[in-house]
């Protein structure tokens, strides 16, 4: 996939590059091309091997989750399977490490309360969360306690906020467990399938799941994007505005605010900070600046 990855975005460097630190991030944005950065979701194919995360490295590869999305890894607990750790086992801390040494954005979004806590405790560089949302808003599993929050801003870290309802709206997720008689994160059935397929009968089985098109809600239970901005401000109330970030995660599956289709609309999300009196240094740090922040701490340092 990152080989593919590259390949494609090679052969279309006129209107998209790779960007591995922060400054490759603004040069390519002042040539009015897309900065791409190269991110692994689910890192449980790497299974810890610092060897292969050494070699997607070199292939461009600066930003990687530690969860495997929603079950435990052979090295890292998930907010939403069984532990089996405690959290971060030897081998994870190991691979925490070398993701410091290499420069490496450690992405904690899925992962467990204690792994979270002791990877902000044991990475010498801040962390983020890239699609989160507030436990203490929706008390679910995939969002995050408050004592959490300040951990990872207390490090100079970044929580992103996911738009999808079943994440902030308690009505919404309700609405949509009963009618798929599961919670959004519940994987099971993948490994019901078996464990010893092929990646390509794994690719017949997953590749018509996409594009992962935003799930059905009743209009009268979706939230307005005032109302999600609303959560995103108990996050800075929390946090401070530094570390609170967009999450997006539009191909994610829960269904967004409304009125919100995609990436195009992307603009009601200003109009609604504006509405509620951000400052527009306020709305830049939301909408990218925190997060260009600590990626050029973590890549641009001197090593």
């Not at 300040?150 to 467990?177: E, M, P, T, Y």
């Not at 979706?222 to 970030?245: F, P």
């Amino acid at each position: 996939m990152l080989d593919c990855a590259v390949e494609q975005i090679g052969r279309n460097g006129q209107t998209i590059e790779i960007a591995r630190t922060a400054s490759e991030i603004e040069r390519i944005h002042a040539s009015r091309r897309i900065a791409a950065v190269l991110d692994i979701e689910g890192s449980f194919d790497l299974d810890g091997d610092t060897a292969v995360l050494r070699e997607m490295y070199r292939l461009g590869l600066r930003s990687v989750q530690l969860s495997a999305h929603n079950w435990t890894s052979n090295y890292v607990d998930s907010c939403c399977s069984p532990p089996k750790w405690g959290g971060l086992n030897d081998r994870a801390r190991i691979f925490v490490r070398e993701m410091n040494r290499l420069g490496m954005v450690i992405n904690v979004s899925h992962a467990s309360d204690e792994s979270i806590s002791q990877t902000v405790d044991i990475s010498a560089a801040p962390v983020v969360a890239t699609h989160h949302g507030l436990r203490v808003v929706n008390d679910i599993p995939r969002n995050m306690p408050d004592w959490l929050v300040k951990k990872i801003a207390a490090k100079g870290g970044v929580i992103g906020f996911q738009l999808g309802n079943d994440f902030h709206n308690r009505k919404a997720f309700d609405w949509r467990s009963h009618h798929a008689g599961k919670p959004f994160w519940d994987t099971s059935a993948i490994l019901a399938r078996g464990t010893n397929l092929s990646i390509a009968e794994l690719d017949r089985l997953v590749a018509p799941q996409f594009p992962m098109l935003p799930g059905d809600l009743p209009e009268d239970i979706r939230m307005t994007v005032d109302e999600w901005v609303a959560v995103v401000d108990k996050a800075i109330q929390l946090a401070g505005e530094d570390h609170v970030s967009l999450g997006s995660d539009f191909d994610g599956g829960p269904p967004l605010p409304r009125g919100m289709r995609d990436v195009r609309d992307l603009g009601m999300i200003t109009d609604a900070m504006l509405r509620r009196g951000y400052s527009e240094e306020r709305i830049r740090k939301f909408l990218g600046g925190n997060l260009l922040r600590v990626f050029r701490q973590i890549t641009e340092r001197s090593r």
